[in-house]
């Protein structure tokens, strides 16, 4: 496989804690930047994280696991406060609750202009005091990378969605792709179409917009054209859901930085006069790591050898 840019993924590590419906309880190393940035490792990118770890026996779990998985790991600076853990309440379907411990500050990265991908989303992108720090690294990355975002909403952390929305919509804006699950748009937008938040999202700067629909597929609209497409679903077995959205995510992104429409001011370009046909080998490589990852108990991230279609070997 040909180099590709070096990438940077902005976002919370933390632990998972896992009930099962049986009563077990597993601890998974997570948080959804985390693993993004393990599954884009793991699918042959180098790729940096930069984060915020307590000194705790989580916190060193965190490291080594993250670490293990061919992660460098930057900002490792949370204060006195300990790690951040999520328990993770499993229902009857592998579908998960989550209860957070959360704690997130985070120091400038330094030597930006190293990157030329820069993904973050979910909880660090909008819980203070980090998420300034975020928005202005996405800000500050435009001028020689680009950009990826996964809202990935937590309402139980994030308050009212009248009182968040603008601000994932100043980060949709700064942003090249954005992917979103079907219920992250309903709890922003309750009672708008997917299909005009998806363009209304594209019209915001995105060349790329992508809504997963859990066991419907996926959605995508290219902002060249206006043209939108499907995939179906292609999971045969379920054990847990945890982490499939961060593999998505990963496939995602490794499938459009292997195509040239991601990393570095020319590929925005390519992918902003992108159409649907250019983007599909993306979307296949994305639905194949998902796939991979709900067989597995928790976060579980796939190699290229592992992914069921031959496109993405």
Request: net charge negative; proline share 4%.
């Amino acid at each position: 496989m040909a180099a590709t840019p070096q990438v940077l993924v902005v976002g919370e590590t933390l632990v998972d804690i896992v009930h099962s419906p049986d009563g077990m309880v597993s601890e998974h190393v997570g948080g959804s930047p985390a693993n993004v940035a393990m599954g884009l490792a793991r699918l042959g990118h180098d790729t940096v994280l930069a984060t915020s770890l307590g000194d705790d026996a989580h916190g060193t779990r965190c490291r080594g696991h993250v670490t293990d998985r061919g992660v460098a790991i930057e900002n490792l600076d949370a204060g006195d406060h300990p790690t951040s853990t999520a328990i993770a309440t499993l229902d009857d379907s592998g579908a998960a609750e989550y209860d957070f411990d959360l704690h997130w500050d985070l120091r400038a990265v330094d030597r930006l202009e190293r990157f030329a991908h820069v993904h973050t989303g979910s909880i660090a992108a909008t819980l203070t005091p980090g998420a300034s720090v975020v928005a202005d690294t996405l800000r500050d990355g435009r001028a020689h990378a680009t950009i990826s975002y996964d809202p990935n909403a937590r309402p139980t952390i994030m308050g009212d969605a009248d009182g968040v929305r603008s601000h994932m919509e100043r980060l949709i804006a700064l942003s090249d792709v954005v992917k979103a699950s079907e219920d992250d748009v309903e709890w922003l937008y309750a009672g708008q179409s997917l299909p005009d938040v998806m363009a209304a999202w594209g019209g915001l700067g995105p060349g790329l917009v992508v809504v997963t629909r859990g066991g419907d597929g996926v959605t995508y609209r290219v902002s060249s054209s206006g043209e939108v497409a499907a995939a179906p679903a292609r999971v045969d077995r379920v054990t847990d859901t945890v982490g499939a959205g961060d593999s998505f995510m990963a496939g995602l992104v490794s499938g459009l930085l292997d195509a040239g429409l991601l990393g570095g001011a020319e590929a925005r370009t390519r992918l902003a006069e992108a159409g649907l046909a250019d983007v599909a080998g993306a979307i296949d490589r994305a639905m194949s790591s998902s796939a991979v990852t709900v067989v597995h108990a928790g976060a579980y991230a796939p190699t290229r050898d592992e992914l069921p279609s031959a496109t993405d070997r």
